[in-house]
C-alpha cells in the first residue's frame, strides 16, 4: 500500500515569518501613511463596536503619558547643546534675539487671533463639562511665579513646568559655555549622547502613534460619532490660516527690512521648503536652507549662518503659533473662554516651548503637554490632536524653515553683497559639524 503524504503542517515558524514580514512592510511603509491606515480603520471599529471601542483609547493615553515623561529631559538637552554649541560674531546676539523673540510673538499673536476669530472648537456640538479646570482660574501673576523653580529638579518632576524648564536649562546652558578646552568638549560630547538617546526613545514612542490614532478615533466614533472630527476639521483650516499669515507677515518684513525680493525668497527657498515639508524636520532641512540662502537667494554668508544655523535652534515660529491655537481650541472645544491672562500664560508658556522644542518630526507634540498643564488644559485632549499633527506638524516645520530664512535675510540688511572675486575662496564650504551648525 502506497504510504499517504502527510498534509504540510504550519509550523510555528512559518507563521512567525508571515508575521515577521507583515511587520516589516508595515514598518517601511511611511509614518503618515500608517496613522492614516490607523484613522481609517478606527473609523471602521468605532462604527463596529459603538460604545463598546471606549476602552481602545488606552493606547493613546500611554503615548501622551509618555511624550510628557520624554518632554523636559528633552527641552533641557535640546536648549543646552544649541546653547553651548551656537557662535555669535561680535553685538549680533542681541539683535538675532530681538528677531527672534519679535516673530515668535507676532506667530503667537496671530495664532491667537485667527483661532478666537475663528472658534474651530465651537464648531461642533459635543457635551462640555462647563466646569473650568482650576488652575486655569488662578490668578496670573501666581501662575507665572508658581513656574520659577522652588527647585533645580522641581520642574522636571510631574506636572512639569516648561518655563521652569527653559529658565534652568538656560542657566546651565550659558554656565557650561564658560567651560574651556578639553572639558568643554567633553560636555559637548555628553550633552550629544544624551541628546541622542532620548531621540532614540522619542522614536519608539512615535512609532506607537499610528496604534494610538487607530484607539483614539475608533473611542470617539464609537462613543460620540463623527462631531469632534467636525471642529478637528475646523482647527486644521484654522491653523493653516494662520501659518498663512505669518508667512505673509514674513515676506513683508523681508521687503521691508532687507535688499531681498520676496519672490526671489520663494524661488530661491523652493527645495529647502519642499524638503522641510516632507521631512516634517527643520534641523534635517538646516544644511538645505543654508545652502539655498547663500547659492540661491544670495545672502552673506554671515547672515545665513546666524539665522539658518544658530536661530534656528531657538526659532520655532511655527510651533509656537501651534502650540497657542491647540490650547485655545481645547479650551473651545471644552466650553471654557480662556481669558485675557490666561491667554497671556498660553503665550509664554508657548515661547518656552517652542525655543525647547527641537528640530525633529513631532517635537511639538512633546512640548505641548507642558503647555497644557501650565494653564490646567487636560492633556488627554492632545490625544485628538494626534491624528491630524502628522500633516500640520509638516506645515509648521515649513513655517519654521521661512522663519529662519527671514531672519537671515534681515540680518542682511539693506545692502547686497557685493559679487565675490574668483580670487575669494568659494562660499560652498560648508561644514556641517562647525559649532555654529548646531
Ligand atoms: N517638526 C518641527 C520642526 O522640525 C518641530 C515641531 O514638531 O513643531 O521644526
Known sequence: MAERTPPPVRTSDSTNSTVGTAWDFWKRQPLYLRILVGFGLGIVFGLLLGERAHPLEIPSKLVLRLLGALAPPLILIAVVQALMQAEFPQG?????????????????????????????????NIERPGEPPAAATADPLGQFLDNVPRSLLGPFTDNGKVIGVILIALALGIALRRLQGPRRLLVIDLVGVAFDTLLVLLHWIIEVIPLAVFGIVASIVGTSGFSKFVALGGFVAAVIVALLLQTTYYLLRIRGGSWVRPADVLRGMRDALVMAFSTASSTATMPLTYDCLVHKVGVRERSASLGALVGANFNNDGTALYEAMSGLFVGQLLGLQL???????????????????????????????????????PTEFIALLLTVDWFLDRCRTTVNVMGDVNVSCLLDGRERAAPASPSQPSAATFDLESPASG
Open 92 to 124: 549680533s546676539g542681541r539683535r538675532l534675539l530681538r528677531l527672534l523673540l519679535l516673530n515668535t510673538f507676532v506667530a503667537i499673536c496671530i495664532g491667537l487671533l485667527v483661532a478666537n476669530v475663528l472658534q474651530p472648537g465651537r464648531w461642533s
Open 339 to 377: 481669558s485675557f491672562w490666561q491667554q497671556v500664560m498660553v503665550v509664554l508658556t508657548s515661547i518656552a516651548a517652542s525655543v525647547g522644542a527641537a528640530g525633529i518630526p513631532e517635537a511639538g507634540l512633546v512640548t505641548m503637554t507642558l503647555v497644557f498643564n501650565a494653564v490646567g488644559l
